[in-house]
């Protein structure tokens, strides 16, 4: 039974900062690149951070890079997305992926919502 579950979401007044959180089971974590993905109202999914199986290398999207870091605790099966300087754009539900060969095989958790308004 995979799952990943993803918490932290909420609401946050720009240039507040949130940590959401991601644990897993049911699968070898620790093997496993992570991503975290965001889909914002009426706009198409978008990849926000990805971090290595062992967290030697990070990626972000242009959007948020210098805003969010991506980290992972393998001992604890998860993986966080720090976001800070938080603006309205980045209102979305943000998902958790692993992603795996072939891509429809990923796994996704269930979203958890950001909502960044005055």
Do not use: H
């Not at 999914?45 to 990805?50: K, T, Y």
């Not at 999207?61 to 800070?84: E, P």
């Amino acid at each position: 039974q995979v799952q990943l579950v993803e918490s932290g979401g909420g609401l946050v007044q720009p240039g507040g900062s949130l940590r959401l959180s991601c644990v897993a089971s049911g699968f070898t974590f620790s093997m496993y690149d992570m991503r975290w993905y965001r889909q914002a109202p009426g706009k198409e999914r978008e990849l926000v951070a990805s971090i290595t199986w062992s967290g030697s290398r990070t990626n972000y999207a242009d959007s948020v890079k210098g805003r969010f870091t991506i980290f992972r605790v393998n001992t604890k099966n998860t993986v966080y997305l720090q976001m800070s300087s938080l603006k309205p754009e980045d209102t979305a539900v943000y998902y958790c992926n692993a992603p795996r060969a072939p891509p429809a095989d990923d796994y996704w958790g269930q979203g958890t919502q950001v909502t960044v308004s005055s």
